[in-house]
């Protein structure tokens, strides 16, 4: 019931953000000394541990868990616009999750493709400086309905 609660904050607290004005500023303003300070990032963080033991569970409970490392991290856009949003990595050792701070998405048009490539990185401000986390993929995304 504890989960519950907390996911149903979650959803109400990212409802909320969107409304602000903030969901609607430029990466720039988002990202700060190498941190993503406040708005969609900041309640991924707080909410991080709930989100990824509620998907762990989701997992199991189907028959298809990880069976390594997870966590839940902020998706960071990159390229078109502004978006926050949350990603649950996984990898086989602890050390190579650990130093996932975020997931990078990058997004391109060929033609009539659209391609998004998730990328599990070491720092929260691709703008400064990232590099891909090895051994790390991508296992869930988190979106909530407004």
């Keep these: 019931m504890k989960k519950r609660k907390n996911i149903a904050a979650l959803v109400v607290a990212l409802s909320l953000f969107a409304a602000t004005p903030v969901a609607f500023a430029g990466l720039g303003d988002i990202l700060k000394d190498g941190a993503i300070i406040f708005g969609g990032g900041a309640l991924v963080k707080t909410f991080a541990t709930q989100i990824n033991d509620f998907i762990n569970t989701l997992t199991f409970n189907k028959g298809v868990g990880y069976e390594g490392y997870t966590k839940v991290v902020p998706i960071v856009s990159i390229g078109s616009g502004t978006r926050i949003g ?61």
Excluded: H
């Excluded at 998004?116 to 051994?135: C, W």
């Design 86 to 146: 949350a990603a649950q990595v996984g990898g086989v050792t602890k050390a190579a999750v650990d130093r996932t701070k975020a997931v990078g998405q990058l997004e391109g048009t060929f033609s009539r493709v659209r391609a998004k490539a998730l990328i599990p990185i070491d720092s929260e401000n691709p703008l400064k400086q990232f590099k891909r986390v090895q051994g790390v993929g991508v296992t869930a995304i988190i979106d909530v309905k407004l």
